[in-house]
C-alpha cells in the first residue's frame, strides 16, 4: 500500500511540476511576443533625389517632431508689391524612435538643441514640393555642428521627411494686414546624418 501511496504521490508531484514548467513558459513566451522589435533605420529609397544626403552618410539620429511655426505677413524684399506669409520663427520637440524627447528646434536660425548638450545649425539646400498645399515641404538642410559634445556634433545633413501640416494659410495675407501673425502647427520627422 506504501508503495503505491509513493507511486501516486510521485506521479503527482511530477506532473505539477510539469505543469508549472509549461504553464511558466506559456506565460514567458507571451511577454517576449508582446515585446516591439527594435525600429528598422532609416534608408533613403523613397526619397526624392533632389533632397538626398550625398553617399557617404550615416544616419546619426531619427526624429518625429511635433510643434508649432510663427509666420508674419510680410512684403517680399526683392518685390515690396508681392506680400506673403513668412517664416519668422519655429518652435518643435523632437522624440526619438523611442519616444523620448531628445531634441528642441528653434530659430533663426534653425538650430537643434540635444539634451545631451550637442547641437547643429541648418542652412538649407534644397526643397521637394509634398502633394497637398497644406504640407510643409520636404527639405535638405546642411548641418554646421555646435562646440558641444554629444549625438549631435558631427551632424552634417538633417532631412525633413514625413511632413503635415504647417502651411494651413486660413487668414488672408494682403497689403492691408502686412504685420498679422499666424501660429501653425506642424509634424515632420527629422534625419539627421554624419560622415561614415
Known sequence: MRSTHNTL????????VTLAMVTGTAVILAACSSVKPPPKEFTQEKVDDQIMVPAGHV???????????????????????????????????LVDR?????????GPPATWMHSDGSSVVGQQIAIAPR????HLPYQLSKGTP??????LQNVTYIQRLKTKGGREFVKNCTQNDLGAKLTLPYQ??????KAA
Open 188 to 193: 515632420a520627422d527629422y534625419i539627421f546624418w
Open 98 to 106: 523611442t519616444g523620448k524627447q531628445v531634441v528642441k528646434y528653434s
Open 131 to 134: 502633394v497637398g498645399a497644406t
Open 59 to 93: 544616419v546619426a539620429l531619427e526624429t518625429t517632431a511635433t510643434g508649432l511655426l510663427n509666420y508674419e505677413c510680410k512684403a517680399s524684399a526683392g518685390t515690396p508689391a508681392a506680400v506673403g506669409w513668412v517664416l519668422v520663427s519655429p518652435q518643435a520637440d
Open 146 to 151: 555646435g562646440a558641444g559634445v554629444g549625438v
Open 9 to 16: 504521490w510521485a506521479y503527482s508531484k511530477g506532473a505539477a
